[in-house]
Protein backbone atom coordinates (compact mmCIF):
# COMPACT_ATOMS: atom_id res chain seq x y z
CA UNK A 1 0.00 0.00 0.00
CA UNK A 2 1.41 2.96 -1.08
CA UNK A 3 1.36 5.68 1.70
CA UNK A 4 2.58 8.97 0.33
CA UNK A 5 5.33 10.65 1.04
CA UNK A 6 6.74 11.16 4.42
CA UNK A 7 9.46 13.20 5.61
CA UNK A 8 11.16 12.09 9.39
CA UNK A 9 14.23 14.29 10.61
CA UNK A 10 17.33 12.79 11.85
CA UNK A 11 21.01 13.84 12.81
CA UNK A 12 23.13 13.80 9.67
CA UNK A 13 26.40 11.96 10.99
CA UNK A 14 28.05 11.12 7.79
CA UNK A 15 27.02 13.18 4.66
CA UNK A 16 25.46 12.74 1.31
CA UNK A 17 22.49 11.85 -0.13
CA UNK A 18 21.17 8.63 -1.71
CA UNK A 19 18.21 7.29 -3.54
CA UNK A 20 17.00 3.68 -3.14
CA UNK A 21 14.94 0.63 -2.02
CA UNK A 22 15.21 1.00 2.47
CA UNK A 23 15.93 -2.52 3.80
CA UNK A 24 16.00 -4.04 7.49
CA UNK A 25 18.20 -6.91 8.55
CA UNK A 26 16.93 -9.55 9.94
CA UNK A 27 19.77 -9.66 12.11
CA UNK A 28 18.18 -11.62 15.41
CA UNK A 29 15.25 -13.81 14.98
CA UNK A 30 15.87 -15.99 17.62
CA UNK A 31 13.17 -14.24 19.85
CA UNK A 32 11.00 -13.99 17.65
CA UNK A 33 11.02 -17.41 16.16
CA UNK A 34 11.21 -19.27 19.81
CA UNK A 35 6.96 -19.84 18.98
CA UNK A 36 7.50 -21.40 15.54
CA UNK A 37 5.71 -25.09 15.22
CA UNK A 38 6.95 -27.93 12.35
CA UNK A 39 6.62 -31.41 12.07
CA UNK A 40 10.13 -33.19 11.90
CA UNK A 41 10.66 -33.50 8.70
CA UNK A 42 10.22 -30.02 7.93
CA UNK A 43 13.10 -29.15 10.77
CA UNK A 44 15.44 -31.94 9.40
CA UNK A 45 14.24 -30.37 5.34
CA UNK A 46 15.24 -26.97 7.12
CA UNK A 47 18.63 -28.19 8.47
CA UNK A 48 19.68 -29.89 4.79
CA UNK A 49 19.08 -26.78 3.01
CA UNK A 50 21.13 -24.94 5.07
CA UNK A 51 23.88 -27.41 4.93
CA UNK A 52 23.64 -27.28 0.96
CA UNK A 53 23.36 -22.94 1.04
CA UNK A 54 26.51 -23.25 2.80
CA UNK A 55 28.20 -25.84 1.04
CA UNK A 56 27.55 -24.04 -2.53
CA UNK A 57 28.68 -20.58 -0.51
CA UNK A 58 32.13 -22.53 0.62
CA UNK A 59 32.50 -23.94 -3.20
CA UNK A 60 32.16 -20.27 -4.39
CA UNK A 61 34.44 -19.44 -2.06
CA UNK A 62 37.25 -21.59 -3.26
CA UNK A 63 37.08 -20.68 -6.26
CA UNK A 64 37.68 -17.12 -5.57
CA UNK A 65 40.82 -18.14 -3.65
CA UNK A 66 39.35 -17.52 0.14
CA UNK A 67 40.32 -21.06 1.10
CA UNK A 68 39.97 -19.76 4.60
CA UNK A 69 36.16 -18.21 4.55
CA UNK A 70 35.59 -21.57 2.39
CA UNK A 71 37.11 -23.89 5.50
CA UNK A 72 34.89 -22.31 8.23
CA UNK A 73 31.54 -22.53 6.05
CA UNK A 74 32.26 -26.47 5.22
CA UNK A 75 32.40 -26.64 8.83
CA UNK A 76 29.69 -25.26 9.60
CA UNK A 77 28.08 -26.98 6.95
CA UNK A 78 29.12 -30.05 9.19
CA UNK A 79 27.11 -28.79 12.06
CA UNK A 80 24.08 -28.25 10.02
CA UNK A 81 23.94 -31.99 9.74
CA UNK A 82 25.34 -32.67 13.10
CA UNK A 83 23.03 -35.97 14.13
CA UNK A 84 23.42 -35.49 17.50
CA UNK A 85 21.88 -31.74 17.43
CA UNK A 86 19.28 -32.83 15.12
CA UNK A 87 18.27 -35.57 17.55
CA UNK A 88 18.03 -33.43 20.46
CA UNK A 89 16.18 -31.14 18.67
CA UNK A 90 13.42 -34.07 17.56
CA UNK A 91 13.17 -35.42 20.76
CA UNK A 92 12.47 -32.02 22.27
CA UNK A 93 9.79 -32.20 20.43
CA UNK A 94 8.70 -35.24 20.85
CA UNK A 95 8.23 -33.98 24.17
CA UNK A 96 5.72 -31.12 23.05
CA UNK A 97 8.31 -28.70 22.94
CA UNK A 98 7.61 -25.87 19.82
CA UNK A 99 9.76 -26.26 16.78
CA UNK A 100 11.18 -23.12 17.48
CA UNK A 101 12.37 -23.52 20.58
CA UNK A 102 13.86 -26.88 20.36
CA UNK A 103 15.95 -25.51 17.66
CA UNK A 104 17.57 -22.74 19.91
CA UNK A 105 17.37 -24.71 23.24
CA UNK A 106 19.44 -27.63 20.98
CA UNK A 107 21.61 -24.64 19.64
CA UNK A 108 22.15 -23.25 23.14
CA UNK A 109 23.09 -26.71 24.62
CA UNK A 110 25.93 -27.66 22.03
CA UNK A 111 27.28 -23.77 22.10
CA UNK A 112 27.50 -23.72 25.62
CA UNK A 113 29.34 -26.90 25.95
CA UNK A 114 31.83 -25.86 23.19
CA UNK A 115 32.32 -22.48 25.12
CA UNK A 116 33.21 -24.41 28.35
CA UNK A 117 35.97 -26.32 26.53
CA UNK A 118 39.80 -25.80 27.16
CA UNK A 119 40.27 -25.88 23.53
CA UNK A 120 40.60 -22.26 22.32
CA UNK A 121 39.57 -23.49 18.69
CA UNK A 122 36.70 -25.70 19.94
CA UNK A 123 35.60 -23.04 21.77
CA UNK A 124 35.22 -20.68 18.50
CA UNK A 125 33.12 -23.21 16.95
CA UNK A 126 29.85 -22.04 19.71
CA UNK A 127 29.93 -19.08 16.97
CA UNK A 128 29.50 -21.21 14.32
CA UNK A 129 26.51 -22.98 16.26
CA UNK A 130 25.06 -19.96 16.57
CA UNK A 131 24.85 -18.86 12.93
CA UNK A 132 23.79 -22.27 11.79
CA UNK A 133 21.09 -22.66 14.24
CA UNK A 134 19.68 -18.87 13.31
CA UNK A 135 20.00 -19.59 9.31
CA UNK A 136 17.52 -23.07 10.02
CA UNK A 137 14.84 -20.75 11.93
CA UNK A 138 15.17 -18.47 9.25
CA UNK A 139 14.55 -21.12 6.54
CA UNK A 140 11.76 -22.55 8.53
CA UNK A 141 10.22 -19.40 9.13
CA UNK A 142 10.42 -19.15 5.60
CA UNK A 143 12.73 -16.82 5.31
CA UNK A 144 14.74 -16.38 2.63
CA UNK A 145 18.27 -17.86 4.37
CA UNK A 146 20.40 -14.52 4.30
CA UNK A 147 17.88 -12.68 1.90
CA UNK A 148 20.00 -10.50 0.30
CA UNK A 149 19.27 -7.02 0.22
CA UNK A 150 17.76 -5.02 -3.30
CA UNK A 151 20.58 -3.35 -4.81
CA UNK A 152 21.07 -0.20 -4.29
CA UNK A 153 19.94 -0.15 -1.03
CA UNK A 154 19.73 1.66 2.46
CA UNK A 155 20.29 0.03 5.56
CA UNK A 156 18.04 0.97 8.17
CA UNK A 157 18.18 -0.42 12.05
CA UNK A 158 17.80 0.74 15.35
CA UNK A 159 21.53 -0.03 16.15
CA UNK A 160 23.52 -0.22 12.65
CA UNK A 161 27.29 -0.70 13.66
CA UNK A 162 30.55 -0.52 12.33
CA UNK A 163 30.78 -4.04 11.42
CA UNK A 164 26.92 -3.97 9.84
CA UNK A 165 28.52 -1.76 7.56
CA UNK A 166 31.28 -3.54 6.34
CA UNK A 167 29.98 -6.89 5.47
CA UNK A 168 27.76 -5.22 2.84
CA UNK A 169 29.70 -2.58 1.74
CA UNK A 170 30.39 -4.31 -1.54
CA UNK A 171 26.63 -5.45 -2.18
CA UNK A 172 25.14 -2.14 -3.20
CA UNK A 173 25.32 -0.21 0.29
CA UNK A 174 24.41 3.50 -0.92
CA UNK A 175 23.11 4.49 2.91
CA UNK A 176 22.27 4.07 6.18
CA UNK A 177 19.63 5.14 8.86
CA UNK A 178 19.88 4.21 12.49
CA UNK A 179 17.72 4.91 16.05
CA UNK A 180 21.28 4.95 17.76
CA UNK A 181 24.60 6.29 17.55
CA UNK A 182 26.29 9.74 17.23
CA UNK A 183 28.24 11.77 14.73
CA UNK A 184 31.58 10.54 16.14
CA UNK A 185 30.53 6.63 17.12
CA UNK A 186 32.47 4.30 14.63
CA UNK A 187 28.92 3.00 12.33
CA UNK A 188 29.73 6.97 11.62
CA UNK A 189 33.56 6.77 10.92
CA UNK A 190 33.10 3.63 8.42
CA UNK A 191 30.26 5.65 6.93
CA UNK A 192 32.46 8.59 6.33
CA UNK A 193 35.55 6.22 5.18
CA UNK A 194 32.69 4.39 2.53
CA UNK A 195 31.76 7.54 1.39
CA UNK A 196 28.22 6.95 2.38
CA UNK A 197 25.53 8.90 4.05
CA UNK A 198 23.92 8.12 7.48
CA UNK A 199 21.65 9.76 9.67
CA UNK A 200 20.86 8.87 13.14
CA UNK A 201 18.45 9.38 15.79
CA UNK A 202 15.66 7.85 13.99
CA UNK A 203 12.52 6.99 15.37
CA UNK A 204 12.33 2.95 15.30
CA UNK A 205 8.47 3.03 13.88
CA UNK A 206 9.57 5.14 10.77
CA UNK A 207 12.54 2.93 10.47
CA UNK A 208 9.86 -0.32 10.26
CA UNK A 209 7.49 1.80 7.76
CA UNK A 210 10.19 2.23 5.60
CA UNK A 211 11.78 -1.00 5.37
CA UNK A 212 10.82 -2.23 1.81
CA UNK A 213 10.11 1.50 0.39
CA UNK A 214 11.93 3.80 -1.79
CA UNK A 215 13.65 6.61 0.22
CA UNK A 216 15.86 9.68 0.46
CA UNK A 217 18.47 9.64 2.24
CA UNK A 218 19.41 12.81 2.68
CA UNK A 219 21.60 13.66 5.71
CA UNK A 220 22.99 17.04 3.91
CA UNK A 221 20.04 18.25 4.93
CA UNK A 222 19.40 15.31 8.11
CA UNK A 223 15.86 14.11 6.74
CA UNK A 224 15.06 10.70 5.88
CA UNK A 225 12.13 11.09 2.54
CA UNK A 226 9.58 7.61 2.89
CA UNK A 227 8.12 7.16 -0.70
CA UNK A 228 9.38 10.19 -1.78
CA UNK A 229 7.50 12.20 -4.28
CA UNK A 230 8.61 12.67 -8.11
CA UNK A 231 9.65 16.26 -7.40
CA UNK A 232 11.44 15.06 -4.13
CA UNK A 233 13.07 11.98 -6.11
CA UNK A 234 13.94 14.58 -9.13
CA UNK A 235 15.69 17.03 -6.33
CA UNK A 236 17.66 14.25 -4.48
CA UNK A 237 18.58 12.72 -8.01
CA UNK A 238 20.41 15.86 -9.09
CA UNK A 239 21.85 16.48 -6.27
CA UNK A 240 23.46 12.63 -6.03
CA UNK A 241 24.41 13.99 -9.69
CA UNK A 242 26.18 16.86 -8.35
CA UNK A 243 28.40 15.05 -5.64
CA UNK A 244 29.65 12.57 -7.98
CA UNK A 245 30.82 15.43 -10.19
CA UNK A 246 32.17 17.15 -7.04
CA UNK A 247 34.01 14.28 -6.58
CA UNK A 248 34.92 13.58 -10.07
CA UNK A 249 36.79 17.51 -9.74
CA UNK A 250 38.32 16.16 -6.82
CA UNK A 251 40.19 12.83 -7.91
CA UNK A 252 41.23 15.30 -11.27
CA UNK A 253 43.86 15.85 -8.98
CA UNK A 254 44.67 12.43 -7.91
CA UNK A 255 47.99 12.38 -9.35
CA UNK A 256 49.17 15.62 -8.26
CA UNK A 257 51.27 15.96 -5.32
CA UNK A 258 49.66 16.52 -1.95
CA UNK A 259 51.30 20.23 -1.17
CA UNK A 260 50.05 23.18 0.18
CA UNK A 261 49.68 25.96 -2.44
CA UNK A 262 53.14 27.50 -1.08
CA UNK A 263 54.74 24.17 -1.94
CA UNK A 264 54.90 22.56 1.08
CA UNK A 265 54.78 18.19 0.66
CA UNK A 266 52.30 16.31 3.12
CA UNK A 267 52.09 12.73 3.52
CA UNK A 268 47.99 11.88 2.90
CA UNK A 269 47.28 8.25 4.21
CA UNK A 270 43.81 6.87 4.84
CA UNK A 271 42.21 5.21 8.24
CA UNK A 272 40.82 1.69 7.48
CA UNK A 273 39.66 -1.27 9.14
CA UNK A 274 38.35 -3.69 5.62
CA UNK A 275 39.46 -4.46 2.99
CA UNK A 276 36.92 -2.32 0.80
CA UNK A 277 38.15 1.01 2.52
CA UNK A 278 41.60 0.23 1.53
CA UNK A 279 40.69 -0.33 -2.08
CA UNK A 280 39.04 3.01 -2.28
CA UNK A 281 41.69 4.58 -0.33
CA UNK A 282 44.40 2.98 -3.14
CA UNK A 283 42.68 3.91 -6.07
CA UNK A 284 42.50 7.57 -4.50
CA UNK A 285 46.55 7.14 -4.80
CA UNK A 286 47.38 7.34 -0.74
CA UNK A 287 50.65 6.86 0.57
CA UNK A 288 49.71 4.15 2.86
CA UNK A 289 47.34 2.97 5.94
CA UNK A 290 47.52 5.72 8.61
CA UNK A 291 45.49 4.26 11.06
CA UNK A 292 44.37 0.23 10.78
CA UNK A 293 41.45 -0.32 13.05
CA UNK A 294 42.04 -3.71 14.63
CA UNK A 295 38.74 -3.81 17.31
CA UNK A 296 36.27 -3.46 14.96
CA UNK A 297 35.04 -7.10 13.97
CA UNK A 298 35.58 -8.00 17.38
CA UNK A 299 33.12 -5.83 18.98
CA UNK A 300 30.24 -8.29 19.85
CA UNK A 301 33.24 -11.04 20.62
CA UNK A 302 32.62 -13.05 23.85
CA UNK A 303 35.94 -13.65 24.52
CA UNK A 304 39.86 -12.06 23.09
CA UNK A 305 40.13 -12.32 20.05
CA UNK A 306 42.27 -15.43 19.55
CA UNK A 307 45.78 -15.44 17.19
CA UNK A 308 43.89 -17.25 14.03
CA UNK A 309 41.23 -14.87 14.38
CA UNK A 310 43.12 -12.06 14.45
CA UNK A 311 44.38 -13.85 10.88
CA UNK A 312 41.13 -14.01 9.46
CA UNK A 313 40.27 -10.55 9.75
CA UNK A 314 44.06 -9.01 9.22
CA UNK A 315 44.93 -11.01 5.63
CA UNK A 316 41.93 -9.46 2.99
CA UNK A 317 43.43 -6.25 4.30
CA UNK A 318 46.74 -6.76 3.88
CA UNK A 319 46.64 -8.77 0.51
CA UNK A 320 46.42 -4.98 -1.06
CA UNK A 321 49.20 -3.71 0.69
CA UNK A 322 52.42 -5.87 -0.03
CA UNK A 323 55.37 -2.88 0.30
CA UNK A 324 52.82 -0.29 1.82
CA UNK A 325 53.31 1.68 4.98
CA UNK A 326 50.69 0.12 7.43
CA UNK A 327 50.46 1.70 11.17
CA UNK A 328 48.34 -1.34 12.76
CA UNK A 329 46.67 0.28 15.74
CA UNK A 330 46.55 -2.37 18.35
CA UNK A 331 43.00 -3.46 19.72
CA UNK A 332 41.32 -0.20 21.29
CA UNK A 333 38.24 -1.51 23.28
CA UNK A 334 37.22 1.28 24.62
CA UNK A 335 34.47 4.07 24.54
CA UNK A 336 31.78 3.00 22.50
CA UNK A 337 33.76 -0.31 21.15
CA UNK A 338 33.73 -2.45 24.30
CA UNK A 339 32.90 -5.97 23.86
CA UNK A 340 30.53 -7.93 26.13
CA UNK A 341 32.88 -9.63 27.91
CA UNK A 342 35.01 -6.50 29.15
CA UNK A 343 31.80 -4.33 30.67
CA UNK A 344 32.91 -4.18 33.78
CA UNK A 345 37.21 -4.57 33.23
CA UNK A 346 39.95 -1.88 32.08
CA UNK A 347 39.45 -0.55 28.88
CA UNK A 348 42.10 0.19 26.09
CA UNK A 349 45.48 -0.20 25.97
CA UNK A 350 45.32 -0.82 30.01
CA UNK A 351 42.78 -3.53 28.96
CA UNK A 352 45.53 -5.05 26.53
CA UNK A 353 48.35 -4.76 29.31
CA UNK A 354 46.22 -6.88 31.70
CA UNK A 355 45.50 -9.93 29.21
CA UNK A 356 48.88 -10.05 27.70
CA UNK A 357 47.80 -13.68 26.44
CA UNK A 358 45.76 -11.53 24.24
CA UNK A 359 48.40 -8.86 22.71
CA UNK A 360 50.76 -11.31 22.12
CA UNK A 361 48.36 -13.25 19.97
CA UNK A 362 47.70 -9.67 18.37
CA UNK A 363 51.12 -9.19 17.73
CA UNK A 364 51.89 -12.82 16.43
CA UNK A 365 49.39 -12.26 13.54
CA UNK A 366 50.42 -8.49 12.64
CA UNK A 367 53.79 -9.36 12.90
CA UNK A 368 53.42 -12.76 10.00
CA UNK A 369 50.61 -11.46 7.77
CA UNK A 370 51.84 -8.01 8.47
CA UNK A 371 55.21 -8.65 7.10
CA UNK A 372 54.54 -8.38 3.12
CA UNK A 373 54.01 -4.41 4.05
CA UNK A 374 55.65 -1.84 6.15
CA UNK A 375 53.92 -2.92 9.01
CA UNK A 376 54.38 -0.45 12.58
CA UNK A 377 52.44 -0.99 15.45
CA UNK A 378 50.52 1.36 17.05
CA UNK A 379 49.07 2.08 20.51
CA UNK A 380 45.63 3.72 21.50
CA UNK A 381 44.97 5.33 24.83
CA UNK A 382 48.45 5.89 25.91
CA UNK A 383 48.81 7.79 28.63
CA UNK A 384 52.55 6.65 30.16
CA UNK A 385 55.85 6.15 28.97
CA UNK A 386 56.37 2.89 30.94
CA UNK A 387 52.89 1.25 28.87
CA UNK A 388 54.77 2.12 25.61
CA UNK A 389 58.10 0.34 27.03
CA UNK A 390 56.13 -2.39 28.21
CA UNK A 391 54.95 -3.04 24.55
CA UNK A 392 57.81 -2.72 23.12
CA UNK A 393 59.66 -5.84 25.47
CA UNK A 394 56.61 -8.06 24.11
CA UNK A 395 57.16 -6.87 20.96
CA UNK A 396 60.83 -7.42 21.09
CA UNK A 397 60.34 -10.67 21.48
CA UNK A 398 57.68 -11.87 19.27
CA UNK A 399 59.53 -10.19 16.11
CA UNK A 400 62.17 -12.35 17.05
CA UNK A 401 60.20 -15.24 17.62
CA UNK A 402 58.42 -14.47 14.23
CA UNK A 403 61.74 -13.73 12.34
CA UNK A 404 60.94 -10.76 11.49
CA UNK A 405 63.20 -6.96 11.58
CA UNK A 406 61.48 -5.16 15.18
CA UNK A 407 58.65 -2.93 13.69
CA UNK A 408 58.80 0.76 14.26
CA UNK A 409 56.21 1.40 17.50
CA UNK A 410 54.26 4.71 17.86
CA UNK A 411 51.47 6.21 20.12
CA UNK A 412 48.17 7.52 19.18
CA UNK A 413 48.06 11.10 21.84
CA UNK A 414 44.19 10.98 22.29
CA UNK A 415 44.02 11.50 26.34
CA UNK A 416 45.36 14.85 28.14
CA UNK A 417 47.30 12.85 30.08
CA UNK A 418 49.70 11.45 27.00
CA UNK A 419 49.31 15.10 26.03
CA UNK A 420 50.92 16.55 29.36
CA UNK A 421 53.81 13.80 29.06
CA UNK A 422 54.32 14.19 25.45
CA UNK A 423 58.34 15.04 25.93
CA UNK A 424 59.10 12.07 28.01
CA UNK A 425 56.47 9.81 25.27
CA UNK A 426 58.84 10.98 22.20
CA UNK A 427 61.83 9.53 24.83
CA UNK A 428 60.10 6.14 23.77
CA UNK A 429 58.12 6.18 20.93
CA UNK A 430 59.21 6.31 17.24
CA UNK A 431 56.30 8.31 15.98
CA UNK A 432 53.18 10.24 17.59
CA UNK A 433 49.42 9.66 15.94
CA UNK A 434 46.46 12.58 17.23
CA UNK A 435 43.59 10.95 17.73
CA UNK A 436 41.50 14.13 17.68
CA UNK A 437 38.48 12.31 17.96
CA UNK A 438 39.16 10.84 22.06
CA UNK A 439 41.24 13.97 22.45
CA UNK A 440 38.69 16.65 21.32
CA UNK A 441 36.02 14.84 23.36
CA UNK A 442 38.28 14.65 26.63
CA UNK A 443 39.33 18.41 26.12
CA UNK A 444 35.25 19.43 25.88
CA UNK A 445 34.41 17.15 28.47
CA UNK A 446 31.97 15.35 25.85
CA UNK A 447 30.97 11.56 25.44
CA UNK A 448 31.77 10.23 22.16
CA UNK A 449 28.54 9.00 22.13
CA UNK A 450 27.15 12.93 22.75
CA UNK A 451 25.11 13.30 19.13
CA UNK A 452 26.55 16.64 19.24
CA UNK A 453 30.12 15.90 19.06
CA UNK A 454 31.78 15.72 15.90
CA UNK A 455 35.21 16.44 14.48
CA UNK A 456 34.99 20.08 13.51
CA UNK A 457 34.65 20.82 17.18
CA UNK A 458 38.68 19.96 17.16
CA UNK A 459 38.88 23.49 15.73
CA UNK A 460 38.11 24.32 19.17
CA UNK A 461 41.31 26.77 20.64
CA UNK A 462 42.04 24.52 23.58
CA UNK A 463 42.34 21.16 21.54
CA UNK A 464 44.58 23.41 19.30
CA UNK A 465 46.65 23.83 21.72
CA UNK A 466 47.37 20.23 22.81
CA UNK A 467 47.83 19.73 19.13
CA UNK A 468 50.50 23.07 18.90
CA UNK A 469 52.22 21.44 21.98
CA UNK A 470 51.91 17.74 20.61
CA UNK A 471 53.54 18.80 17.20
CA UNK A 472 56.64 20.87 19.56
CA UNK A 473 57.42 17.65 21.42
CA UNK A 474 57.39 15.41 18.53
CA UNK A 475 59.97 17.95 16.72
CA UNK A 476 62.06 18.31 19.99
CA UNK A 477 62.04 14.26 19.98
CA UNK A 478 62.75 13.70 16.56
CA UNK A 479 59.84 11.86 15.96
CA UNK A 480 57.15 12.40 12.94
CA UNK A 481 53.64 13.66 14.03
CA UNK A 482 50.23 12.70 11.87
CA UNK A 483 46.95 13.42 12.58
CA UNK A 484 44.41 10.36 12.02
CA UNK A 485 41.18 11.91 13.66
CA UNK A 486 38.43 12.65 11.74
CA UNK A 487 39.13 16.15 11.92
CA UNK A 488 41.97 15.87 9.37
CA UNK A 489 39.10 15.41 6.71
CA UNK A 490 37.07 18.70 7.56
CA UNK A 491 37.61 21.81 6.02
CA UNK A 492 37.33 23.54 8.96
CA UNK A 493 40.03 22.38 10.98
CA UNK A 494 42.38 21.14 8.12
CA UNK A 495 44.07 24.37 7.73
CA UNK A 496 44.73 25.26 11.35
CA UNK A 497 46.26 21.76 11.81
CA UNK A 498 48.42 22.31 9.29
CA UNK A 499 49.41 25.75 10.81
CA UNK A 500 50.16 23.97 14.30
CA UNK A 501 52.39 21.93 12.70
CA UNK A 502 50.99 18.95 11.58
CA UNK A 503 52.72 17.17 7.76
CA UNK A 504 50.88 14.14 7.91
CA UNK A 505 47.39 13.27 7.40
CA UNK A 506 45.30 10.02 7.33
CA UNK A 507 42.10 10.46 6.65
CA UNK A 508 38.98 8.53 5.71
CA UNK A 509 39.48 6.75 2.86
CA UNK A 510 36.45 8.52 0.66
CA UNK A 511 37.69 11.80 1.58
CA UNK A 512 40.81 11.63 0.44
CA UNK A 513 40.99 13.54 -3.13
CA UNK A 514 38.72 16.03 -1.41
CA UNK A 515 41.55 16.45 1.10
CA UNK A 516 44.25 16.34 -0.97
CA UNK A 517 42.15 18.75 -3.43
CA UNK A 518 41.76 21.54 -0.52
CA UNK A 519 45.59 21.20 1.29
CA UNK A 520 46.72 22.25 -2.85
CA UNK A 521 44.86 25.68 -1.92
CA UNK A 522 45.87 25.97 1.78
CA UNK A 523 48.69 28.65 2.14
CA UNK A 524 50.77 27.42 4.83
CA UNK A 525 52.82 30.52 5.43
CA UNK A 526 49.20 32.57 5.77
CA UNK A 527 47.75 29.72 8.28
CA UNK A 528 51.06 29.98 10.52
CA UNK A 529 51.17 34.16 10.62
CA UNK A 530 47.12 33.92 11.85
CA UNK A 531 47.76 30.65 14.52
CA UNK A 532 48.51 32.70 17.49
CA UNK A 533 45.14 34.99 16.87
CA UNK A 534 43.28 31.96 16.54
CA UNK A 535 44.24 30.51 19.64
CA UNK A 536 43.33 33.25 21.80
CA UNK A 537 39.10 33.39 20.17
CA UNK A 538 37.13 32.24 22.83
CA UNK A 539 35.35 28.81 20.98
CA UNK A 540 35.05 26.49 18.35
CA UNK A 541 32.12 28.56 17.03
CA UNK A 542 34.62 31.97 17.09
CA UNK A 543 37.55 29.66 15.10
CA UNK A 544 34.53 28.49 12.60
CA UNK A 545 33.80 31.96 11.52
CA UNK A 546 37.41 32.81 11.56
CA UNK A 547 38.11 29.75 8.98
CA UNK A 548 35.46 31.09 6.91
CA UNK A 549 35.87 34.22 6.80
CA UNK A 550 39.44 34.09 5.72
CA UNK A 551 37.83 31.34 2.98
CA UNK A 552 39.68 27.75 3.94
CA UNK A 553 36.30 25.65 3.68
C1 LIG B 1 40.69 9.04 17.48
O1 LIG B 1 40.34 8.90 18.66
O2 LIG B 1 40.79 10.15 16.93
C2 LIG B 1 40.98 7.87 16.65
C3 LIG B 1 41.46 8.00 15.43
O3 LIG B 1 40.72 6.64 17.17
P1 LIG B 1 39.24 5.99 17.22
O4 LIG B 1 38.33 6.91 16.47
O5 LIG B 1 39.33 4.65 16.64
O6 LIG B 1 38.97 5.99 18.69
MG1 LIG C 1 40.61 7.01 19.65
Partial sequence: MKLGERRVSGIAASPGVAVAAAWQPRRDPTAALGSLTADEDAVRDAFAS???????????????????????????????????LLNTVVSAMAAGVPAGTAIQRAGEEFAALLESLESVYLRERAADIRQVVRRALLVLAGEHDNAPPPKPFVMMDADVGPVDLLEVADQGLVGAVSLRGGVNAHAAIVARSLGIPLLV??????????????VVLDADRAVLVIDPSRVARADADRRVAEASSRRERFALERDLAPETADGRRVVLSCNVASAPEVAIGLAARVSGVGLLRTELPFLNAQVWPTESLHRQTLTPVFAQLDDVPVAVRLMDFSNDKVPPFLTRGLEGLDALLDNPDALRAQLAAVLDVGRRARTAIMLPMVRRPEQVSAVRAELRVMAHRIGVPEPRLGIMVELPEAVENAESLAQVSDFFSLG??????????????????????????????????????????????????????????????????????????????????????????????????????????AVWRYVETAGAS
Fill in 436 to 541: TNDLTAAVLGLSRADQGARPALAAHPKVLACVVATCAAASAGGISVSVCGDAGGDPLVLPLLLAAGVRNFSVSPARVDEVRYRIRRISLSDWTSRLGEILRLADAE
Fill in 201 to 214: GIDPAELAIADGCD
Fill in 50 to 84: VANALLRLGAEMRTKGLDEEAAILTAESAIARDEE
